[in-house]
């Protein structure tokens, strides 16, 4: 079937991306699934040529790796190659089985992303993709399924989305689930309809199924088209858990890697299509859940005065000192305080900060501190705007323990460079 999709227009439009996409049955599926989306293989085609120019290595290793389920996360590797070469470190892309990553003859190697290097330092990057498709998902199958059905009919349908299918799903069945939810509500919305016969209108066609809320308005036009609403803003829980669960832990190879590697530092990337997380919420995950007392004109406006306000804030502030260094994080927090992160503790409240009366939750601190984390550096996190967010890890082993590692992108330009 492959072999009937005429791709040279797509080869004549995309030749870098082409030319590195060798297998034929590979190209043919990338081209087809992207047929639809121009604009986003332009958008591949100008980054491959920036890489080329700004001197990227590794291109044609990191596209012999390439299938179509992995394309678009191979995409994101070429994101923040740019973006390092942009901060002018020499970088050099990877492919999955790089030698230098072998523990030992006949084993197979977990190689990072990739590998940049400035001046003598050498740090790995290990990227990670967030994608939120499931719903775009939802409108396609939408489209798909009410678009032809309302064309030629006078009727606007505002489709009302409920909170299921307007909340992204991570796991593969929550996906499905959702994904029947959808065409279940769609069924019972066209069976309606037709049973209707000639609705009087608006009429509101409630879904069973859980999904959706029809609404149908009669309009002066002969072609019909029809509207998504969702009024769903929260974050779901389990973005977060699966952002703490299996991106990032699951993305920590350096454990993994030979001896000689485990001298550089290590840093996960994430290229993130989510709009629903935000870079605040990354970082309470990496360094924890911010308490800061009320402030002094909060508790004048609240009836207590200046007096009473300053006693209780020290016979509290000192409990919170007390309590802080009695968790046994202390010890880290304390190793890391020698290793020149001082400021830098005080600034995330990981030192109890007497200027902002603020200090880490006892019951919510961040992923950082955990023994897991040791063999990462710090998280890089590229937003839905192309924003870049880097959060050192302080806690990490001493063998790669450097505050230097702050400076280690500008943070003042976006991704794009």
């Not at 179509?68 to 191979?74: C, L, M, N, P």
Request: glycine share 2%; hydrophobic share 35%; charged share 30%.
């Amino acid at each position: 079937m492959s072999s009937m999709f005429d791709i040279s227009s797509m080869n004549k439009e995309h030749p870098e991306l082409s030319k590195l996409l060798k297998i034929h049955d590979v190209k043919v599926k990338i081209f087809k699934t992207y047929k639809g989306r121009p604009d986003e293989l332009l958008e591949v085609e100008t980054l491959i040529r920036d890489l080329e120019r700004l001197g990227c290595r590794g291109l044609e290793d990191k596209f012999n790796d390439v299938t179509a389920e992995k394309f678009d996360s191979t995409v994101s590797e070429l994101t923040v190659a740019e973006i390092l070469l942009n901060n002018n470190y020499d970088t050099e892309l990877l492919s999955d089985d790089d030698e230098r990553f072998k523990i030992k003859k006949g084993h197979e190697a977990k190689s990072p992303d990739i590998i940049c290097t400035r001046d003598t330092s050498t740090t790995y990057i290990e990227v990670v993709r967030l994608n939120d498709s499931s719903f775009k998902d939802v409108v396609d199958l939408i489209q798909e399924q009410v678009g032809d059905f309302v064309r030629c009919l006078p009727y606007r349908i505002d489709i009302h989305l409920k909170d299921e299918p307007s909340l992204p799903k991570i796991k593969k069945e929550d996906k499905n689930k959702q994904k029947q939810s959808v065409l279940d509500s769609l069924e019972i919305f066209k069976k309606s309809f037709s049973e209707a016969m000639q609705p009087q209108v608006p009429l509101n066609l409630p879904s069973d199924a859980g999904a959706f809320t029809f609404v149908l308005k009669k309009i002066e036009s002969e072609q019909g088209y029809f509207c998504i609403i969702s009024t769903c803003f929260d974050v779901p829980t389990e973005l977060i858990e699966y952002l703490e669960k299996y991106d990032i832990d699951k993305k920590n190879k350096a454990h993994d890697f030979p001896i000689e590697q485990r001298k550089n530092p290590f840093i996960i990337a994430i290229d993130l299509h989510m709009r629903e997380i935000k870079d605040e919420s990354v970082h309470r995950l990496l360094y924890g859940d911010v308490v800061v007392f009320c402030s002094s004109t909060f508790a004048n406006d609240i009836g207590i005065s200046s007096q009473d306000y300053i006693r209780w804030t020290k016979e509290e502030w000192e409990k919170v000192i007390t309590e802080t260094h009695k968790r046994d994080s202390w010890k880290k927090i304390e190793r890391a305080q020698s290793n020149g992160w001082s400021s830098f503790l005080i600034e995330k409240s990981l030192i109890p900060n007497n200027d902002q009366l603020s200090y880490i939750d006892k019951n919510n601190e961040g992923i950082f501190v955990s023994d897991k984390m040791e063999d990462v550096s710090a998280v890089l996190l590229i937003d839905h705007n192309r924003k870049c967010f880097l959060y050192p890890n302080p806690f990490c082993r001493e063998e790669i323990n450097n505050p230097k590692i702050i400076n280690f992108i500008n943070m003042t330009e976006d991704a794009e460079g």
